[in-house]
C-alpha cells in the first residue's frame, strides 16, 4: 500500500523477493520473468496499473489471501499479517507463536501491526511472567524498533512509489531477505540465533552483503 510503510510489508517484501529469485535460478525461468517491480499504491489503483506484461502479486493489500498471490490479512482479524503470511508460505511455519522467546522478533511486528504498541507491551508483560522470560527482551526491542537506522530505511521506502529491480532500494531489500532467509532456515533446525532481523548490528552485516541480484 501507499502512505506510510509498517514493518511488516517491508520484510515481506523483502522475503518474498528474495525468494523469488531463488525460484528463477532453479527453474531457470529468466526468459520468461524478465521484469520485477514493487509498486506502491492505494486498491482504487489497480485498474491503472494492470498490465500483460506484468504478473500481480499483492502484499498488504487487496482485502485477500489466496496462495500464492494475494497476501493481506486486513479482511480478517484473526489472520497474521502480511509478513507471517509470506513466511508461512515459503517456509511451513504457522506456529511462530507456540515459540515465543525464539521467534520474538517476528511476532513483535505481527502483534504490533495488528494489534498496536500498548497491547504488544501488555501481551510481553503476560509471556514473561508465563514464561518466565528476562524483562530485557522487551526494553532492548523497543530500543531497536525505535532506532533511527530502521525508521530512515523505512522512510526511504515510503517515498517511492515504483521501484525496479535496478534501484537500491530493491537490492537493499533482497539482501534482507536473504538474511532472514539464512536466520528462518537456522531457527527451524536450532534454537537460537543471535541476529535480530530489526537489529543495527545486522543492518551492518547487510550492508556488507553481495549487492549483486544473481
Known sequence: HCGNSHRDEYFAISIFIYNI????????????IKKIRILRINENEFSNYNSNN???????IGRNYLFPIAFDHH???K???????????FYNIDNIYNDFKKYFDLIAIDY???FGIDKFVDFVKEKINIENLDNKLIVNYMLLLNSSFNNLH???FSKHKIINSKHYL????????????????FLIKNNNFDIDIVNLNEMKIIINLDNRIT
Not at 21 to 32: A, E, G, Q, T, V
Not at 54 to 60: L, Q
Not at 170 to 185: A, Q, T, V
Open 154 to 156: 523505512l522512510k526511504l
Open 112 to 114: 504490533i501491526d495488528r
Open 170 to 185: 530493491f537490492k537493499y531489500l533482497y539482501n534482507i531477505g536473504k538474511l532472514i532467509d539464512l536466520k528462518l532456515k
Open 21 to 32: 529469485f531463488l525460484i528463477i535460478k532453479k527453474f531457470k525461468l529468466r526468459n520468461i
Open 54 to 60: 506484468y504478473f500481480n502479486i499483492y502484499i498488504d
Open 75 to 77: 479482511q480478517d482479524s
Open 79 to 89: 489472520l497474521y499479517s502480511s509478513l507471517l503470511l509470506v513466511i508461512n508460505a
